[in-house]
């Protein structure tokens, strides 16, 4: 028994020995403080969590990579909108059987001088104009060939246009000049057919002045008209001279002036107007318009004006117009409206 406590008092000795050493231990290590924390290596940061740096000049300025000069002269707004014109005045027009009709004010102001584009008449430089036709049928495109062209250009709008009013106020408001588009019977015709309204050889006189009552009242505001509607430039009636020589005459005795669309065609003869120089989109390909166009330049620094004629207004013309016009003024031309590329009646 004496052996055995003699063990149990020797166990119990060695255990308070170790429990004596942890407890040290763990005392030691409580002075010293904890282990330093290994280094972790940080992820880069993101860089929403840094701070962004504000842009340097440099790289303010460097250029994504830009679309092709032409489509982004192409693409910018047209000029800044000239003086507005009025849509119409009581005085200027008189009671038709379809509506209101042009004319002569009782003071002798005309519609060509109310309803048109201002325009500096001591300008020397060579003048050269453009007549964009087949509008008011499509609304956006004629939208925009508003917004897009310079406010010299002078626009024909389609008699049969549903409702012509909106655009026609939007091309006043950039100070553009308007034409009635006349329909007249063409080459090919009935398959060319320009609609239920032309002036046709094979009518009696009394439908054809029915008709141009019709169409004078389609609406308001415009400088004069042009024997084209779109493509189709009334060369079959323009043959006979009688009835076409009275065309001119019905339309200057209302104040208004005339634009034959037949390239190289004589000048109107019984209205103040002239003849196209020069058909632009014919064909309608890119590349055609664009020389054509610098064809129409050529022939105004040749003979002083030109005036050229667009028959069908579509997104690429629009396009090829709006860069060329851009580049006009620096080839030493200057744009025009048509009010300031008429002549006299050729008969006077």
């Known amino acids: 028994m004496a052996r055995l406590s003699f063990g149990w008092r020797a166990l119990i000795l060695c255990w308070a020995v170790v429990l004596?050493?942890?407890?040290?231990?763990?005392?030691?290590?409580?002075w010293l403080g904890p282990l330093p924390t290994p280094p972790v290596a940080e992820a880069p940061a993101e860089p929403a969590a840094a701070p962004h740096p504000t842009p340097s000049a440099e790289s303010a300025v460097t250029p994504s990579p830009a679309p092709p000069p032409v489509i982004e002269a192409a693409s910018r707004p047209g000029p800044a909108p000239g003086r507005p014109i009025p849509a119409g005045e009581d005085a200027l027009?008189?009671?038709?059987?379809?509506?209101?009709?042009?004319?002569?004010g009782p003071d002798g102001r005309t519609p060509i001088r109310a309803f048109g584009r201002p325009f500096d008449r001591q300008e020397s430089r060579p003048r050269i104009g453009l007549v964009i036709g087949g509008l008011g049928m499509n609304a956006a495109l004629t939208e925009e060939a508003i917004r897009r062209l310079p406010g010299t250009v002078t626009l024909a709008f389609s008699p049969y246009a549903p409702q012509p009013g909106r655009l026609l106020d939007q091309a006043r408001a950039r100070g553009m000049e308007v034409l009635l588009a006349l329909p007249l019977e063409p080459t090919g015709y009935p398959l060319n057919n320009p609609g239920n309204r032309a002036l046709l050889t094979n009518l009696p006189p009394t439908e054809n002045e029915d008709r141009l009552a019709w169409l004078l009242s389609r609406f308001s505001g415009y400088v004069g008209a042009i024997g084209a509607l779109g493509p189709m430039r009334g060369e079959r009636f323009a043959a006979?001279?009688?009835?076409?020589?009275?065309?001119?005459a019905r339309i200057a005795s209302r104040g208004l002036l005339y634009v034959d669309p037949r390239p190289g065609a004589p000048s109107p003869e019984r209205a103040w107007g002239r003849s196209i120089d020069l058909v632009i989109d014919e064909p309608a390909t890119r590349g055609e318009i664009e020389l054509k166009l610098r064809a129409l330049e050529a022939l105004a620094r040749d003979r002083g004006t030109a005036l050229g004629y667009v028959g069908e207004a579509s997104?690429?013309?629009?396009?090829?117009?709006?860069?060329?016009?851009?580049?006009?003024?620096?080839?030493?031309?200057?744009?025009?409206?048509?009010?300031?590329?008429?002549?006299?009646?050729a008969a006077r």
Not at 20 to 30: E, N, P, Q, R, Y
Not at 315 to 320: A, E, K, S, Y
């Open 240 to 248: 006979m001279l009688g009835p076409y020589g009275d065309l001119q």
């Open 315 to 345: 997104p690429v013309l629009i396009d090829r117009v709006a860069a060329w016009t851009a580049t006009v003024e620096a080839s030493g031309l200057v744009l025009a409206p048509i009010t300031a590329l008429m002549q006299r009646p």
């Open 20 to 30: 004596l050493l942890i407890g040290g231990g763990t005392a030691v290590l409580a």
């Open 93 to 104: 027009h008189d009671p038709g059987p379809y509506g209101p009709m042009p004319r002569i």
